[in-house]
């Protein structure tokens, strides 16, 4: 089983800032792609940062020079370092990860449950 854990979500005024952690645990392998997705409501989910494990980044256009996504290969954990929230970043976020569990199996996607970005006006 591998099962990503997230936290660092809540309530925070606009111009605020919040971290966002995802660590996933279980039996893995490998981790290789790593990202945070958001979903606010009636809009559907878009990927808003993502890292390889070698370290390459990218971003949506919305959150460059706002958000800094990194991660730790060591301990199979993401973060995500938001500033300069706007009440548009509200939505839930969700933490994904592909992951390996044994060095012969296929890669698998998986999800976090989502946490919580609310950012007041």
């Known amino acids: 089983q591998v099962q990503l854990v997230e936290s660092g979500g809540g309530l925070v005024q606009a111009g605020g800032a919040l971290t966002l952690s995802c660590a996933a645990s279980g039996t893995i392998f490998s981790s290789n792609d790593m990202g945070w997705y958001c979903q606010a409501p009636g809009k559907q989910r878009g990927v808003v940062a993502a890292v390889t494990r070698g370290g390459l980044t990218n971003y949506a256009d919305s959150v460059k020079g706002r958000f800094t996504i990194s991660r730790d290969n060591t301990k199979n954990t993401v973060s995500l370092q938001m500033s300069s929230l706007k009440p548009e970043d509200t939505a839930i976020y969700y933490c994904?990860?592909?992951?390996?569990?044994?060095?012969?199996?296929?890669?698998?996607?998986?999800w976090g449950q989502g946490t919580q970005v609310t950012v007041s006006s």
């Open positions: 994904n990860a592909v992951i390996k569990q044994r060095y012969y199996d296929l890669a698998n996607n998986y």
